[in-house]
Nanobody, 115 residues
Framework: QVQLVESGGGLVQPGGSLRLSCSAS????????MGWYRQAPGKQRDLVAA???????NYADSVKGRFTISRDAAKNTAYLQMNSLNAEDTAVYYC?????????WGKGTLVTVSS
């Protein structure tokens, strides 16, 4: 069973930046694509960004130009660099494969954007 552990969330002011990390319990080489997802209060969980094993990326329109997804297979870690954060980015952020595998959902990391 794979465990994915997210970290790096916190409270940040509007316009600020955060870098999220996702550590996998085994090699990510077995996953073709990884994704970052988020769930805001009262809303469904949505894909924010995805990256293939070859480094091709895809982003939700709401984060294009502000967020950057990356992965380091040697470290079994995926990252989400988030810049120019605004209140609408407040959510619990999760990583998973893309498409997501239900059994792999972790606890997520909370990002709160507020002054």
């Amino acid at each position: 069973q794979v465990q994915l552990v997210e970290s790096g969330g916190g409270l940040v002011q509007p316009g600020g930046s955060l870098r999220l990390s996702c550590s996998a319990s085994r090699s990510m080489f077995s996953f073709n694509s990884m994704g970052w997802y988020r769930q805001a209060p009262g809303k469904q969980r949505d894909l924010v960004a995805a990256i293939t094993s070859g480094g091709r990326t895809n982003y939700a329109d709401s984060v294009k130009g502000r967020f950057t997804i990356s992965r380091d297979a040697a470290k079994n870690t995926a990252y989400l660099q988030m810049n120019s954060l605004n209140a609408e980015d407040t959510a619990v952020y999760y990583c998973n494969t893309f498409p997501a595998i239900q059994a792999f959902w972790g606890k997520g990391t909370l990002v709160t954007v507020s002054s």
